[in-house]
Structures are given as C-alpha cells and as structure tokens.
C-alpha cells in the first residue's frame, strides 16, 4: 500500500478510498475541492500500487494498513473517511471494528451485504477476463474504457497498474466483496455517516447496503440518484458529488 497526502498537515485529516480496479487518482478533483479545509490522505490500496507492485488479501489488511498509517500521522483519527465501492467496505471495517476515530463517515456505492456464490463466480470470471484484456491492451477493452467503466483520463492510470495486478489480487478482492459480512459498530455511535448511491445496474447491493446502514444506524443520511449507475455520481460528476457531501459535511458541523 502507498500513502499520498496533500495540504496542510495542521488541517483536520479527510481520508479517501478507492475502490477495485480504480486508480487513487479518481479522487484528485475531490482533493483539490477541499484541501483548503482538509489536510487530504488518499491510499493506493494494495495491488493498485503501480510503482511497488503487491497483493491484495482481504479488506481487513487493508483495513489495519490504512488505521496503523492514520495512528502515526494523524493520532489514530480523522474528520472525514470517504469510501468508494469496495474502499467503502473498507472504510466501514475502520468505522466498525473501532480502528479509526471517525467523525464523519461518507459511503458511496459501498457493497457491505454479501453476494451469492454464483454472484461471486461470475464477478470473478469478469473481471479475470478484464484484467487479461487490459494487459493485452485488447482493441474493445480500450476503446470501452470509458464508456462502460472510467472517464478515460484515468486509461493510463488504470493500466499502470493493471499491467502489474496478479489474478490472485482479483479473486481475493472478488472473495473478499462477494463474502462481505456486516457487523454492527460497538463504538463510534456519535459518527455522521451519509450514504450515497445510484439506482441503476449494479447498484441493487449499494441500496440494500444503504437500507442496512440506516437499519443499525437510524441517523445515517441517505442519498439516492436516480439514473445513476455504480459509482458514476463521482466518477462522472465530481463538482457535484463535492457540493452534496460538503452539504452533509456542513449540516453536520452544525448540530
């Protein structure tokens, strides 16, 4: 795992994460949005560090990464944890098992519910195939790059670390997603949490993801966006995902 921080280190903490097969630069316009408030700290999740290739294992290693690199430069706190997709459930492992002081938490598209073995298998079959193709630089993957999954200045982004991901990354991440199992938080009961989410594709698990969350935390803040697909409300409109999370961010602020 790599760390990159921007700002001032003397500014309350925003801790971003990415999700799978996303490169930590997908969070480069939120970092310019709100360094002049926030002391920005973006992790390269492991085997998405295309200068140090490494494996992904499972959500709680990354988990205990990220919460042992926050413990030595932030004191083992942060003002804001935002996690995107898969960095979503790892963002909620941090809030849960207590690893983080949080004060508020910003969940976008997180899959925190399970899936089917079959789910799993397929998703896993997919994404080999697309990890394959992507080394191969294969015609079709590229030219639907940014039609079916990135805006397509994050290509070379991707395919930095693409080229260096092994197939077990994929399948630990696919288990590790797929095999999610929630647990209430036992601390943390005073931390804001917003949870955004589309309603299209494959957003059904972000949704009742969301209906989870509000089960066991009554005061989180629901967002839905109609005709948004997975994640696109911050890939593809990231002006407009900073305005809705700095609007939570400021109601919070003052209750």
């Known amino acids: 795992m790599q760390f990159h921080s921007f700002g001032d280190a003397q500014k309350p903490p925003m801790l971003l994460i990415h999700g799978m097969l996303t490169p930590w630069q997908i969070w480069e316009p939120i970092a310019a949005h709100f360094t002049s408030d926030y002391r920005i700290i973006i992790p390269a999740l492991d085997a ?6 490494s494996e992904f294992v499972s959500i709680t290693a990354e988990a205990d990464a990220i919460a042992q690199y926050m413990q030595q430069e932030c004191g083992g706190s942060a003002a804001v944890v935002c ?6 459930a790892v963002a909620y492992d941090l809030f849960a098992r207590g690893l983080l002081k949080i004060g ?25 195939s697309l990890i394959r193709k992507s080394k191969q630089r294969d015609p079709k993957i590229m ?11 994050y290509l070379a982004y991707y395919l930095e670390f693409a080229d260096t991901m092994s197939e077990n990354s994929i399948r630990n991440m696919l288990h590790a997603v797929c095999g999610f199992r929630f647990k209430p938080a036992e601390k943390q009961r005073e931390t804001r949490i917003l949870f955004l989410h ?21 005061e989180t803040e629901e967002r839905n966006y109609p005709g948004l697909l997975h994640t696109e409300l ?3 409109q990231p002006a407009r995902w900073c305005r809705e999370v ?9 209750k």
């Open 143 to 153: 030219q639907r790059f940014a039609k079916d999954f990135l805006p397509v200045e």
């Open 234 to 236: 911050l890939t593809r």
């Open 246 to 254: 700095e609007s939570f961010l400021n109601q919070s602020n003052r």
């Open 104 to 128: 508020a938490l910003v969940l976008d598209g997180a899959p925190l519910t399970g899936m089917p073995a079959i789910v799993r298998i397929v998703m896993t079959q997919s994404y080999l």
């Open 48 to 53: 998405h560090t295309a200068e140090a290739p």
């Open 83 to 88: 996690g995107l997709s898969m960095g979503g």
């Open 198 to 218: 589309g309603d299209k594709g494959n957003e059904a698990a972000a949704v009742r993801s969301a209906a989870l969350m509000k089960q066991y935390y009554p």
